[in-house]
């Protein structure tokens, strides 16, 4: 039997052959692989990738920002139609985030901290590839926004570092860059930016990569880790101008009997900060590990569940705990608070509902105004100790005790509010929250989680042991 396909095929062989066809993909694909291999491009290809990938970061941060904020104005819009919309719309939506994120978003779920710091230490290119994978960033972007838009006390500063990251590694990638050492640049870079450009914080930036998210100097710092984050901070500086984050406070702590108020925090935050990491970690035993066995087994049902309680403490707080709590934070720290002395209570229970429900979201934002909200408790027990200045002292406390990251807790506590004579009270108030959580939660948050991601990783995708 003779082949069906005649000698005289008229299919060209090659794609110049088909004229207006000549740009498929392959040849592009060719094309690309040629440019990059280029002995002018070969050698710059890693600033390129740091370069370029860095002001991608800050665009999409300023873009996420503003979408945040969006999302955020909308829920309470409607809540201020009616008191009644969070009983629907939180079990309801996190009820549908959990459903989504069960399948090939999976890693879409928290902060995305603990990912980033995953994609660091394991051996295997295929985890990197499934963790920082496009899709990944997207989805993330648009499921910490679905989370905003649905009311969850929850920020988007963590899911910023992740996406970060996995721009900056999507796109090394694109120029051949698969050197170890090269893509933890990349990740650090990539995650860095990622804070720095999400609160205009340039130095927090380049400390939480060397505080958080790297554990061996050559690693954690260089001179494109540092161009990175520079050129991040320029994206955020040259589309919104010279701002802090929460307006310029210019606090001082004058040295007195004022100083308890250092104290003060820092033991609160500590207590606080340990007692949050706690109560969001899963635990296999002990009186709450019904909540990992019935998240494990029943995730959309625990998640609406999870949403049905925060509605109630939205109810309770006077709708006041819904979203990232940046309206709540400013009016404090101007002076002028708009909750009252419970706040406390309902956004601390709030910001650990929201974590445990297992939708995508971040811990920062609400971390600032839980510990703001140690304010209006502690002034007026405490001569010459204003409220703002209580507020800073609060915020980068209970921080660096979710966080147990000093260092970055008080750079970026004073970043965003330009308030460069307040850093000893605060390095000395992180510094002892710090260590009170310590007791209270030994292993950091972010790396606790990490290390229950890697758990579930097979033998051959686990960390190196220099990692």
């Known amino acids: 039997m003779s ?80 008191q009644w919309w969070p ?49 990944i960033a997207l989805g993330k972007l648009v499921l910490t926004l679905g989370a905003l838009l649905v009311g969850a006390s929850a920020g988007r ?10 721009l900056m590694y999507s796109f090394g990638r694109r120029l051949g860059l698969y ?43 260089s001179g494109l880790l540092l161009t990175a984050v520079l050129l991040g901070g320029v994206v955020t500086l040259g589309l919104m101008g010279s701002y802090s984050y929460f307006g310029a406070l210019s606090e001082t702590m004058p040295f007195g009997p004022a100083w308890i108020a250092v104290v003060a925090c820092g033991v609160l935050g500590g207590i606080l900060g340990g007692a949050y990491c706690r109560l969001i970690l899963p635990a296999k035993t002990g009186p709450l590990s019904f909540v990992a066995r019935w998240r494990g087994r029943w995730p959309v049902r625990f998640a609406a569940a999870c949403g049905l309680l925060l509605a109630a403490l939205g109810l309770l707080s006077g709708q006041h705990i819904f979203g990232t ?22 956004k601390f229970l709030a910001n650990v509902v929201s974590f445990v429900a297992g939708i995508p979201g971040g811990l920062f934002s609400p971390s600032l105004t839980v510990g703001a909200s140690l304010a209006p408790w502690l002034t007026s027990l405490i001569p010459g100790a204003s409220l703002p200045a209580v507020g800073l002292l609060g ?29 000893m009270p605060i390095l000395a108030a992180t510094l002892l929250a710090s260590a009170i959580s310590r007791q209270i939660s030994p292993v950091p948050i972010y790396h606790a989680l990490a290390r229950q991601l890697l758990e579930n990783l097979p033998s051959a995708k686990r960390p190196a042991a220099s990692a």
């Open 157 to 166: 500063e963590g899911p910023t570092v992740h996406i970060g990251a996995a």
């Open 3 to 82: 082949d069906p396909t005649p000698a005289s095929d008229p299919t060209p062989a090659h794609p110049e052959a088909s004229g207006e066809n000549a740009a498929s993909p392959v040849r592009r694909r060719s094309l690309f692989r040629r440019w990059r291999r280029h002995p002018v491009v070969r050698p710059w290809r890693q600033s390129v990738a740091f370069w370029i990938g860095a002001v991608l970061v800050g665009l999409v941060a300023l873009a996420f920002a503003f979408l945040a904020d969006l999302a955020s104005a909308t829920f309470r819009g409607v809540v201020a139609h009616s």
């Open 395 to 423: 915020m980068s406390a209970y921080l660096a005790g979710v966080t147990r990251t000093p260092l970055t807790a008080s750079v970026i506590t004073i970043e965003l509010s330009h308030s460069p004579d307040m850093l």
């Open 179 to 221: 050197d170890k050492r090269t893509v933890s640049g990349l990740i650090l870079a990539g995650g860095a930016a990622g804070i720095a450009a999400a609160f205009n914080t340039p130095l927090g930036g380049v400390v939480f990569a060397i505080e958080e998210l790297s554990k061996t100097f050559e690693q954690r710092f």
């Open 87 to 135: 009983w629907l719309l939180c079990p309801a939506g996190f009820a549908a985030l959990a459903w989504i994120t069960q399948g090939a978003l999976k890693d879409t779920r928290g902060s995305g901290i603990p990912q980033t710091i995953v994609a660091l230490t394991v051996r295997s290119s295929r985890t990197r590839n499934r963790l920082l994978s496009l899709r």
């Open 325 to 346: 709590g940046y309206a709540e934070t400013r009016s404090i720290l101007e002076g002028h608070p708009t909750v009252g002395y419970d706040f406390l209570l309902w």
